[in-house]
């Protein structure tokens, strides 16, 4: 499977599009806004340029998707009157996703949005000139030396492929307690090739002093297969199981798939960037969110089930779907994710259940 022909978020504005279901995404955004803006304050003050550029890796589409880029032309401005400087950046906005993401959703908001900047900001508000840059962010994107600020949250722990010899892993879609350490070793092997070469595709798109802003569900514990990081595809993978005991799915058909995504613990994401050596870190912070931030009731076009593990399931459904409906087909969608809006409810009814996210904020060295 070439993920990056496959791997999108569901776009449009549908009941199961990501833009209705990603209020978690939107949460963490919120959650993590004070580094980024440190980082923008710092590379603006540092440098003061004519342009600043920006770029917003794995942007979505959505109401998320120009979320931080208003935010970091909000915070620049602050700063500018607070140190009275009379005239304002110009602003270079590069959105990058994969090929298959809703841009057009997103320049059909660009003119609101750039209206609402200037009703904000006023008449000093510098202009913006907003790119769609299609493509893996695990290849260049961007001039050599031009940006000043990278920013991404929750896309990096997609990989740019499935890890090659997982053939083994048959009774699990992801990692698990189960998965044969030659699984676990290939998963790991992979993230390290994507994100190393994701650091060094950075560094020569940055400035010299540039800096980047990277969010990413991760864990605390050291144990790539522990439940903090992998409990959430189990149960998708234990609705698949029913589905199969239904006869509504091969068996080889599940055993063939796998998420290629990979969730990092601190002491990973340190390690690859100290062995790329391009950037220093300035800071790295675990987070924790509730699964049941995920709950958008506003959207709800179904009073029956508007709880928490149906609300998962829909924001789950909302970044999965495209990889499950190539691999199974559309026919099984509903029913499937019926399955795992129930599985989930039962089991946030017994227990806690947090994503972990890991936020690190890095300069680009001299």
């Avoid at 699984?183 to 400035?207: C, G, P």
């Avoid at 798939?257 to 969730?263: A, E, H, S, V």
């Avoid at 994401?269 to 506003?298: G, H, P, T």
Wanted: charged share 25%.
């Amino acid at each position: 499977m070439e993920v990056s022909e496959v791997l999108h978020m569901n776009g449009g504005n549908g009941d199961s599009s990501y833009a209705r279901n990603s209020l978690i995404q939107r949460k963490v955004i919120f959650m993590t806004k004070a580094i980024a803006e440190e980082a923008v304050s710092d590379v603006y003050c540092s440098m003061f340029p004519k342009t600043l550029c920006i770029a917003d890796l794995g942007c979505s589409s959505g109401p998320n998707t120009l979320l931080v880029v208003t935010q970091t032309v909000k915070t620049v401005d602050k700063i500018r009157k607070k140190l009275c400087r009379q005239s304002s950046p110009e602003f270079q906005i590069y959105l990058n996703d994969l090929p298959g993401n809703d841009f057009n959703s997103i320049f059909q908001s660009l003119p609101r949005v750039q209206e609402e900047l200037k009703e904000e900001i006023g008449s000093e508000f510098g202009p913006c000139f907003f790119n769609g840059v299609p493509g893996s962010f695990y290849s260049r994107l961007c001039p050599t030396s031009t940006l000043h600020f990278v920013h991404s949250s929750y896309s990096l722990m997609w990989l740019s492929q499935v890890p090659k010899g997982v053939e083994m892993n048959k009774e699990n879609i992801y990692l698990a307690s189960t998965s044969p350490p030659s699984v676990i070793n290939a998963y790991y092997e992979q993230f390290q090739k994507d994100f190393s070469m994701f650091l060094k595709y950075r560094s020569e798109e940055l400035v010299s002093g540039g800096r980047m802003v990277l969010t990413i569900l991760g864990r605390k514990s050291e144990d790539p297969t522990s439940k903090e990081c992998c409990y959430i595809w189990d149960l998708l993978a234990m609705a698949l199981k029913q589905m199969v005991s239904e006869g509504l799915i091969e068996e080889e058909k599940l055993h063939s798939f796998c998420i290629p995504q990979y969730i990092p613990s601190p002491l990973e994401l340190k390690a690859e960037v100290e062995k790329e050596r391009s950037f220093s870190i300035n800071r790295l912070e675990a987070s924790e969110i509730n699964w049941a931030a995920c709950s958008n009731k506003l959207y709800s076009s179904d009073d029956s089930f508007k709880d928490d593990g149906y609300n998962v399931a829909k924001c789950m459904r909302s970044v999965a779907e495209p990889l499950l409906v190539h691999h199974f087909g559309e026919s099984i969608m509903d029913k499937l994710f019926h399955k795992y809006g129930e599985i989930l409810s039962d089991c946030m009814s017994k227990e806690e259940t947090k994503f972990v996210n890991l936020t690190i904020s890095m300069t680009k060295r001299e």
